[in-house]
């Protein structure tokens, strides 16, 4: 790392140190580090206009997608996971935004309710799993177990393990039943998600969007990315691997998620250089990300 590097690293470190957010103005170093914050490989964001004209195209094969979904039957899970603010709601958005959505829906589940937190915890998911024909995303799932409810001590350390130990068992017996099980977990880097926290807190059209337990995660990064990696080390599975996006650059994710999903369905039609190649900087296998030293700390 040259000098000048190096330097702005180390005003970076300081600077989140001192972070507030209900200051009325990001610091300067948070700013500048955001983007290539926790290992991102790219200093400049995907022009506008390459964004929107990939974008159409992916979306056309993914209408071909769904149209092979329901003339064979099948059924696809697609489960949604990440950091705060690293992107799922945009990136599902844009994934669904042609699809049928008697077909393909999107599942956003509240807090368990007093009799839900009584039941199996796998029950409340259920209901919710897709029929021949159909696509259903989780916007978060229930890997709440493995991350967001140890770290806010929402679930004891037994229970959290207990989850990791079931877990496979789980999608393995709803891949046996049919169901394609996809996986996708979104990571940025520490000074990206106080960019947007930042920018969420000061935008009245965007504060809704921030509950509690998002100013409270600031706090807890490291406790996250302990939660993450052993989430990712202990359920990745071949019937339901995950895939791991760097997902500081909004376009660039949005475009690699639906190419990668494209590339792992063997959907009639596929037009493989539509699809093209996957971007193996920023997606990668669980066991190549933690390889590649896991979660920023």
Sequence with gaps: MSNGKATERSKAAEAVKAFAIEAPDLP???DKAALTSGGYPYDKKLKRKAYAKELRRLQIELLKLLDWVQNRGERIVIVFEG????????????????????????VAL????PREQDEWYFQRYVPHMPAKGEIVVFDRSWYNRAVVEPVFGFATEAQAQTFLDRVPEFEDMLARDGIRVVKVFLTIGREMQMKRLHARHHDP?????????????????????????????????????????????????????????????????????????????????????????????
């Design 28 to 30: 300067k170093a948070i």
């Design 205 to 297: 059209l965007k504060r809704w969007k921030l509950s509690g337990l998002d100013y409270q995660a600031l706090d807890k990064w490291d406790d996250f990315s302990r939660a993450i990696e052993r989430m990712l080390a202990r359920s990745d599975s071949a019937p339901a691997p995950w895939t791991v996006v760097r997902a500081n650059d909004k376009r660039r994710t949005r475009i690699e998620v639906i190419r990668a999903l494209l590339d792992v369905t063997p959907y009639e039609g596929k037009d493989a250089g539509t699809v093209g190649e996957i971007d193996r900087k920023i997606v990668l296998s669980a066991a190549s990300f933690l390889g590649d030293g896991g979660e920023e700390e």
């Design 83 to 106: 950091r705060d603010a690293a992107g799922k709601g945009g990136t599902i958005a844009r994934l669904t935004q042609h699809l049928n959505p008697r077909k393909a829906h999107i």
């Design 110 to 113: 509240s807090k368990p309710t």
